[in-house]
């Protein structure tokens, strides 16, 4: 059955004031059973208090073939780090 | 002892308990690894609420039994749950429709026991009416689904709530133990949401494009131990285990 069933992303929120974040997919019939499968799924130990479910046919992802283009341009510019900043002490969570 | 509750919180305490292990039957057969996850956490849940209940029937008794004894060591006459709960998982459709017409039922009934006066009841009530009402969506909404689906999902929905449909009155039937109950302040009348029920039935029925099957000779008698041919065969595996090997540990 679940071959005839299109896939959703699941996406949690772990808990308030974090953004939710990718954990898997699931297959359903349509996009409220995909909420139900995934809070069955991925969310039965106390792991999140939002979900979203996104079918996967729509999302648009970067091309493997395009990879040199698209990131290794990014390698070798290291002043984009904010890595030349004196932190002060007493400041965590950097 | 006080025989009336320990026969009423027994009654609560079975019909998780069986209907638990049925749900249990499904684990790796389900129709796809999600739906198996669903079933099984149902199961979880109506398992975990038989435990609370039995201990508690258990105490109540005094005579040293706990809720795992009796669970695994009385017979099949003793139980007083529902028959609705003990018949066979069928196919998915019919296992949704027993579940539909159990957790709707069984959802009023806890909104009425949080106000009860016995505390445990109380408490326990409060905490699985969260569970009960997820078990109550979702078989809803599966329900809705296979009705309106293929020409096949809903001859399947419908042949369901056919095999299930005779089981109904018996969940709204009163007796000495209910009566006692509700007269102490413990227990609920479920007269009282009867209506509710058909019309909840009903309406979701409606959506599903099903008609309600005709009223069929009402089967009654699980709360007092009258159950149907399947329910010997679930304790046959549910007690095997602990019958052969008594008392063996992990």
């Known amino acids: 059955m679940s071959k005839d069933w299109p896939l959703w992303e699941v996406f949690v ?3 308030g ?3 939710h974040r990718h954990v898997g997919s699931v297959h359903a019939p349509d996009g409220e059973i995909a909420i139900r499968h995934a809070r069955d799924t991925y969310t039965r130990r106390m792991e999140g208090v939002s979900l979203w479910v996104v079918p996967s046919a729509s999302i648009i992802a970067s091309d493997p073939a395009d990879d040199g283009p698209m990131f290794e341009p990014a390698e070798d510019k290291i002043y984009r780090h904010p890595t030349f900043y004196d932190i002060p002490d007493g400041i965590t969570h950097i | 002892m006080d025989q009336a509750l320990f026969q009423y919180v027994l009654r609560l305490g079975d019909d998780g308990l069986i209907l638990g292990q049925r749900l249990s039957e499904w684990t790796g057969h389900a129709p796809s690894v999600e739906v198996d996850l669903s079933l099984a956490n149902m199961a979880l849940d109506l398992i975990g609420q038989a435990t609370h209940f039995l201990h508690y029937a258990g105490q109540i008794e005094g005579q040293g039994r706990d809720g795992d004894a009796l669970a695994f060591r009385r017979d099949v006459m003793d139980f007083g749950n529902c028959v609705l709960v003990e018949q066979p998982n069928g196919d998915f459709a019919q296992t949704m429709a027993r579940q ?6 069984q959802k009023m009934l806890l909104e ?4 009860s006066k016995d505390e445990l009841i109380a408490s326990v009530a409060a905490k699985s009416v969260k569970e009960v009402t997820y078990h109550q969506e979702l078989s809803e909404e599966w329900v809705v689904r296979l009705g309106d689906g293929t020409a096949e999902s809903h001859r399947r929905m419908a042949a369901g709530l056919d095999w299930m449909w005779r089981f109904i009155p018996e969940l709204f039937e009163m007796d000495s133990v209910g009566e006692e109950m509700l007269a102490r302040g413990i227990g609920a009348d479920p007269a009282s949401f009867r209506a ?3 019309r909840k039935l009903l ?3 409606d959506q599903a494009t099903l008609e309600a099957p005709k009223d069929q000779r009402p089967i009654l008698g699980g709360r007092r131990g009258h159950h149907s041919e399947h329910l010997g065969h679930l304790l046959c595996a549910m007690q095997f285990l602990p ?3 008594p008392d063996a540990k992990w």
């Open chain 1, 13 to 15: 929120r772990s808990k």
């Open chain 1, 17 to 19: 004031g974090l953004s």
């Open chain 2, 196 to 198: 509710d029920y058909d």
């Open chain 2, 112 to 115: 009425r026991l949080i106000g």
């Open chain 2, 203 to 205: 309406a979701v029925l």
């Open chain 2, 100 to 105: 539909f017409l159990f957790s709707t039922w």
């Open chain 2, 243 to 245: 019958r052969t090997y």
